[in-house]
């Protein structure tokens, strides 16, 4: 054979053999399986491309009900990331179903009416024109396990028309109530307004009404055991990106609280320890300025904590709805289940975060039938208080708790909004219920508001964390026991701001 043929051969040869040993084709990228709450259904459907461009990665979503997700893993079913509301969360994590790592808040949706389309916009912005709506209509339709199921069911006894609306009672499966309606099935749906929007043929009314709505959260936390836990984690980074949060809140599903992440950490360790009744777990977290007020208003040192520790108004707080916020230098944890509620106020220390207040306030089980202070002169603590300040932070809250004061007992709700924050809420023993920002200003607008009224300061003290003050003080309503209260400052757009006021009778 001549030479160049035996060449030319030789090199086929060893091109044909270099083709078969190339390198096959790459993987087709891993599918994140997300099972998720049907509150964010419609959030997680419109941004379901853009997360799958930002991960590298395709999703594969189930919608269902919390419950029956959480029902699902429990048994078994294999998934990468779940969405649920935060109490199933946090007992998925305790039973070692999905990561303590990595959670991330979503948000929270609350609870709305829709009805058809096409028909008249009633009004459901107050509790009365909600009720005369409710009592008109022929049937309403609900999911039968959502987690809205238990804030309808509160909602109706509160305003006394549960009997009134058994019969009117449509029961759906996941999902199932806006459907209804556009059907013709129901008349109004009463489910997360996060649902109702996106209905076809359905329109939104509106939220219920602060007295008696009840928001939901949603975390979003990954499976132990993800097929691929860098495209999860992935993931879970992008659920907390600012645009996703944007997207989350154009369908409705409101921006969570600031979060640290070390003050999760600290507060479940915590919390760990007091339900194991592990003292020196309990101590190691108390900070030396500790004070834990009971549910009768007595209120322990540090060290009367160290000799006797006390059981928690709340034992178990898988039942109980936990938020938490992060204030800079203070941390904020509420804890509500039924009738008890519970604040535990955290300093960021050199050591790490340690707990300032732990306080215990139960409301009452029905409406007050008094109002303090109503038809009285406020001179403390409207024009006076007896409290030297230390500080010029002190001076600015102390300023801005009698302008705040001044106008709850004037009945001022712009006045009264200004230095309070849109997180603000009120639990006390003298009220039958949590009170929020719009319900306290909804009562205000009233004038006839029972409950909540200024009462003259007794003594305080402050402690200042520069953008932040922690306010510790005893009041004398003018009828009843005197109240420990516990309140935090914020300075927020250079106004101070209060996030909180608990306050406890002292039996």
Not at 166 to 175: I, L, S, Y
Not at 203 to 214: K, M, S, Y
Not at 311 to 337: C, H, M, W
């Amino acid at each position: 054979m001549p030479m160049k043929h035996s060449l030319l051969l030789v090199a086929l040869v060893v091109g044909i053999g270099c083709q078969s040993k190339a390198a096959p084709p790459a993987a087709a990228p891993t599918t994140i399986r997300v099972l998720s709450s049907n509150g964010v259904k419609s959030a997680m459907e419109a941004m379901k491309p853009d997360l799958e461009r930002a991960i590298g990665h395709p999703l594969s979503i189930e919608f269902s009900t919390s419950a029956a997700l959480k029902s699902q893993i429990e048994k078994g079913e294999a998934f990468d990331v779940t969405i649920l509301t935060d109490a199933l969360v946090d007992d998925l994590v305790k039973q070692g179903k999905v990561a303590d790592e990595g959670r991330v808040n979503l948000g929270r949706v609350g609870v709305g009416v829709g009805s058809k389309a096409g028909t008249p916009k009633v009004d459901v912005s107050t509790p009365d024109a909600l009720k005369k709506m409710l009592l008109a209509s022929k049937s309403v339709a609900f999911t039968a396990e959502g987690a809205s199921r238990a804030t309808i069911d509160k909602a109706f006894a509160s305003l006394g028309i549960t009997s009134a609306m058994t019969p009117k009672f449509v029961p759906r499966g996941p999902g199932g109530g806006p459907p209804a309606v556009a059907a013709g099935e129901a008349e109004l749906v009463l489910t997360l307004a996060s649902e109702i929007a996106p209905e076809p043929g359905v329109q939104l009314l509106g939220l219920l009404p602060a007295e008696v709505q009840g928001y939901i959260s949603f975390t979003a936390g990954r499976s132990p055991n993800a097929k691929d836990s860098a495209a999860t984690d992935a993931l879970l980074k992008q659920l907390s990106e600012p645009s996703i949060r944007a997207g989350f809140k154009s369908h409705l599903v409101e921006p969570p609280p600031p979060q640290d992440p070390a003050l999760t950490a600290a507060d479940r360790a915590f919390s760990g320890a007091l339900a194991k009744a592990d003292l020196d777990g309990t101590l190691n977290a108390l900070d030396s300025e500790f004070t834990w007020t009971d549910a009768n208003g007595r209120t322990l040192t540090r060290d009367e904590v160290a000799s006797k520790l006390p059981t928690p108004a709340i034992t178990d707080e898988n039942s109980a709805q936990v938020r938490r916020f992060a204030y800079g230098k203070v941390g904020v944890v509420l804890v509500d289940r039924d009738t008890m509620h519970e604040v535990r106020v955290w300093a960021q220390r050199p050591a790490g975060w340690r707990l300032l207040i732990h306080q215990e306030t139960k409301s009452l089980d029905a409406p007050p039938t008094t109002t303090p202070g109503t038809g009285k002169e406020c001179v403390n603590p409207c024009r006076t208080v007896p409290y030297e300040p230390k500080s010029d932070n002190e001076r600015a809250v102390v300023a801005a708790y009698q302008e705040l004061e001044t106008a709850a007992h004037g009945s001022n709700a712009d006045g009264f909004a200004v230095h309070v924050a849109d997180e603000f809420v009120v639990a006390s023993s003298n009220s039958d219920r949590v009170i929020d920002k719009p319900t306290r200003m909804a009562g205000l607008r009233r004038a006839a508001f029972g409950g909540v009224s200024p009462t003259a300061l007794v003594s305080a003290e402050m402690l200042d964390f520069g953008d932040v003050v922690v306010m510790r003080s005893e009041h004398k309503p003018d009828r009843g026991n005197l109240l420990h209260i516990s309140r935090v400052w914020i300075k927020r757009d250079g106004v101070w701001q209060s996030t909180l006021s608990y306050q406890t009778a002292i039996q």
